[in-house]
């Protein structure tokens, strides 16, 4: 089993940045394949990026050259930094774990979940 309990969720206003993260806990062996996943009041989840144990990182288009993701393995946490807020990045952020080395935009592909964190960009 693997705990993700995500962090640094608020607020925030246009333009600004934020930084979350996403601490895993227990059988780390099983979360090969971090992930984070957003999905806003109304529409489906989305996939935001991915960073492997060995490093291998992926952003989805939608989102790439604001979103970063990274990973800490020494401390088994993701983090996934956003730059220039926008009102529509307004979403609950999900961290997400499996233990196949592939790296999956599909939420079914993902074992572990956390709670998630809203963030609010206000218009």
């Known amino acids: 089993q693997v705990e993700l309990v995500e962090s640094g969720g608020g607020l925030v206003q246009a333009g600004g940045s934020l930084r979350l993260s996403c601490a895993a806990n227990g059988r780390t062996s099983e979360s090969w394949v971090m992930a984070w996943f957003r999905q806003a009041p109304g529409k489906e989840r989305e996939f935001v990026g991915a960073n492997t144990r060995s490093g291998q990182t992926y952003h989805s288009e939608s989102v790439e050259g604001r979103f970063t993701v990274s990973r800490d393995n020494a401390k088994n946490t993701l983090y996934l930094q956003i730059d220039n807020l926008r009102p529509e990045d307004t979403a609950i952020y999900t961290c997400?774990?499996?233990?196949?080395?592939?790296?999956?935009?599909?939420?079914?592909?993902?074992?572990?979940w956390g709670q998630g964190t809203q963030v609010t960009v206000p218009s």
């Open positions: 997400a774990a499996r233990s196949r080395r592939r790296i999956s935009e599909s939420p079914a592909d993902y074992d572990y």
